[in-house]
T-cell receptor
């Protein structure tokens, strides 16, 4: 089955700096890669996703890059703000016929004001 | 759209009791997922349905766990009998054909 590894497990940055979270996956058939943000005591919320036919996607201060050859994808947050503090999960989904999603172990991001 | 609805939001029960968690997915979504989240094991996929049919239940920890989806707007996850190690937050999520998933608010289960 699919195996998703996520690094780092914790990340502290100064407000205004950039944050990068990296994930690798094992199943070359995976073709959909979402990122979720989970604030303390709340549900995971989809913040951005990328499909295997594109290499990069941006949404304001958030961007995701995908390298299918190397089987890794990354989340980039620029100009970090205290409200970006949360746990971020990556995931890899194989969509061949039926969905099968595997989550990474999460990165706890702390933005220091 | 109200999003994914779960009930109850909190459940405290004694070991050995039956627990039933409920989920109403987003209307029009074909997929429904049940997850369990703990500090030790992270976010685990327990089972998922497509068009009300269970597709993969390999994540269900043991026979004490069962899930049903009698129609497109309702699903249950049942634990019988419950044990303290079942204490966790249980999320339901629904998804459409574009593979995105939307999570419900979760049910925090405590088994004493």
């Amino acid at each position: 089955g699919e195996n998703v590894e996520q690094h780092p497990s914790t990340l502290s940055v100064q407000e205004g700096d950039s944050a990068v979270i990296k994930c690798t996956y094992s199943d070359s058939a995976s073709n959909y890669f979402p990122w979720y943000k989970q604030e303390l005591g709340k549900r995971p919320q989809l913040i951005i996703d990328i499909r295997s036919n594109v290499g990069e996607k941006k949404d304001q201060r958030i961007a995701v890059t995908l390298n299918k050859t190397a089987k890794h994808f990354s989340l980039h947050i620029t100009e970090t703000q205290p409200e970006d503090s949360a746990v971020y999960f990556c995931a890899a989904t194989y969509s061949g016929g039926y969905q099968k999603v595997t989550f990474g172990t999460g990165t706890k991001l702390q933005v220091i004001p | 759209d109200a999003g994914v609805i779960q009930s109850p939001r909190h459940e405290v029960t004694e070991m050995g009791q039956e627990v039933t968690l409920r989920c109403k997915p987003i209307s029009g979504h074909d997929y429904l997922f049940w997850y369990r989240q703990t500090m030790m094991r992270g976010l685990e996929l327990l089972i998922y349905f497509n068009n009300n049919v269970p597709i993969d239940d390999s994540g269900m920890p043991e026979d004490r766990f069962s899930a049903k989806m009698p129609n497109a707007s309702f699903s249950t996850l049942k634990i019988q009998p419950s044990e303290p190690r079942d204490s966790a937050v249980y999320f339901c999520a629904s998804g459409g054909l574009q593979y995105e998933q939307y999570f419900g608010p979760g049910t925090r289960l405590t088994v004493t």
